[in-house]
């Protein structure tokens, strides 16, 4: 038995990482997932612009687009949009979407720790913007959200914000972004703070004050990345981050 036998140890496999886009295809490959998610998003707008009847010019789509059913299906069909977009690009690779993406389970211990920290960041804004005399919510989304409760599209909204946004957005960011980045010459500082001004700039709507809160989650987002090696613990961040802004802004907001 070679096992048994001191000239011929057993053999041993060296875990791999899996082949991947670099800085530059990530890059590319990047925009081409965020234009999918766009395209996926408008569509949803264009679709039920028709289905009413209206013509299609830019005047419908922002009066359909502004109502909170249509805004909640529109971040809702991003998603299958960009889980397809990233498919295709980890499908050109050869190699496991799993593990590209690090979809692997958390443990209870990593998923606390990403909690703790992240509920200290927004309490950390939440003191400044008191202090600043600022809205801790941005207005339009304060509005856009009681608008949806008060239409009865709070559950729609909830799905949109709390479970589409936050896995589009992981799967490009804290996915596919930080992969090929953290594999390139950036590693994986430079990948964490990039992707995260990617993901900053996904949210242009905000001003900048917001932005720099943005900035800040997602920098939190990527080292829980890169600390757990998994990617379902920053969707499950997000996911709570948004859940509890959603809450917080339908029923117990002033």
């Known amino acids: 038995m070679d096992s048994l036998n ?4 057993p053999l041993t496999e060296t875990p791999t990482t899996p082949r991947v886009w670099k800085f530059w295809g990530t890059a590319l490959w990047g925009l081409f997932i965020f234009v999918a998610m766009f395209v996926g998003q408008i569509g949803a707008v264009i679709v039920l612009a028709a289905l009413r009847g209206l013509p299609m010019d830019l005047s419908s789509l922002q009066l359909v687009g502004h109502e909170p059913q249509t805004l909640a299906l529109s971040v809702i069909m991003g998603l299958p949009a960009t889980l397809l977009a990233v ?14 993406l690090a979809l ?14 992240l509920i200290l960041i927004v309490l950390l804004w939440e003191t400044m913007s ?25 559950l729609l909204l909830l799905a949109a914000f709390a479970v589409a946004a936050p896995m589009s957005e992981e799967v490009l960011a804290r996915g596919f972004l930080y992969r090929g980045w953290s594999a390139s010459f950036l590693r994986a500082p430079g990948a964490i703070l990039l992707s995260s001004l990617v993901w900053t700039v ?8 917001f932005l720099a809160e943005v900035f800040c989650i997602g920098l939190w987002f990527g080292y829980m990345r890169y600390r757990s090696g998994s990617l ?23």
């Open 6 to 9: 001191p000239d011929h140890p």
């Open 87 to 100: 498919w295709l690009a980890i499908r050109i690779k050869r190699v496991s979407f799993v593990d590209y």
């Open 104 to 117: 692997h389970w958390p443990s209870w211990k990593q998923l606390l720790f990403g909690a703790i920290g």
């Open 130 to 154: 008191r202090a600043l005399g600022r809205e801790a919510t941005p207005g339009f989304m304060t509005d856009l959200l009681k608008s949806g409760r008060d239409k009865g599209a709070a």
């Open 202 to 209: 996904v949210h242009l709507q905000y001003d900048m004050y």
């Open 232 to 254: 379902w613990l920053t969707i499950a961040l997000h996911a709570l981050n948004n859940l509890t802004a959603v809450v917080l802004t339908m029923w117990l907001g002033s």
